[in-house]
């Protein structure tokens, strides 16, 4: 079975400075998929960045980049330059080999991130 | 325009009625799901649909029924509604093939307050 650990409740940040956000995973499959969404107090879910378990590159996608280390099982999200529009809460999620798996993805408990002026 | 839809966004509703919630995506997708996001923010999976067919099916109590009449429709049906019941649902659809993992793309999420 799979889980993800979130270990920060909540963040702070000041406006322009960058942040980086935690996850843990933990799975005996060597084939897996990570991601990022973003849940603003509006409530909708966003897709922010994805990095699969056999990707030699950490993922960037604009100002977000995902800092996997997979020996050590994590997938911290960066979010670089933060504005005010990145407070939400921020979940991070996994999902494993297709096969039987049909792509479900667990997640972790979320992280609120609040940017100040 | 909107990608993946749900109706409603809001319900509220006395113990033991029955209620549905429907779902649309215009993506092209293959796979669908529901997910429940409960008081506390923690999102779990319920179902997922692949082309029709039932893939997933979560220790989920039986009052509950996902319908998928096509690959662009995810459907719930809600019987004997109960408080603990109370909860976001979230829609998301998402491609099963073709990449190894594709992202999940999520509708607006019903809210469903049971009274």
């Known amino acids: 079975a799979q889980k993800i650990t979130q270990t920060q409740p909540g963040m702070f940040v000041q406006e322009k400075e960058a942040v980086t956000l935690d996850c843990t995973y933990d799975?005996?499959?060597?084939?897996?998929?990570l991601f990022w969404y973003k849940q603003p107090s509006s409530g909708e879910m966003i897709f922010l960045i994805y990095?699969?378990?056999?990707?030699?590159q950490n993922a960037t996608e604009g100002r977000y980049s995902l800092n996997f280390q997979k020996a050590r099982k994590s997938a911290n999200l960066v979010i670089s330059a933060s504005q005010l529009g990145d407070s939400a809460m921020y979940f991070c999620?996994?999902?494993?080999?297709?096969?039987?798996?049909?792509?479900?993805?667990?997640f972790g408990t979320g992280t609120q991130l609040k940017v100040e002026l | 325009d909107t990608a993946v839809s749900q109706t409603p966004k809001y319900l509220v509703t006395q113990m033991g009625n029955d209620k549905s919630i429907k779902c649309e995506q215009n993506?092209?997708?293959?796979?669908m799901y529901w997910y429940k996001q409960d008081s506390k923010k923690f999102l779990k999976i319920m179902f997922s649909?692949?082309?029709?067919?039932?893939?997933i099916n979560e220790t989920v109590p039986n009052r509950f029924s996902p319908k998928s009449p096509d690959k662009a429709h995810l459907n719930l049906h809600i019987n004997s509604l109960e408080l603990g019941d109370s909860a976001v649902y979230f829609c998301?659809?998402?491609?099963?093939?073709?990449?190894?993992?594709?992202?999940?793309?999520f509708g607006p999420g019903t809210r469903l307050t049971v009274l």
């Open positions: 998301a659809s998402s491609l099963l093939a073709g990449r190894s993992y594709n992202e999940q793309f």
């Open positions: 799975t005996s499959d060597p084939s897996y998929g």
């Open positions: 990095q699969g378990s056999y990707d030699q």
């Open positions: 999620a996994m999902t494993l080999s297709r096969t039987g798996g049909g792509n479900k993805l667990t």
């Open positions: 993506l092209g997708h293959d796979t």
């Open positions: 649909y692949n082309n029709k067919e039932l893939i």
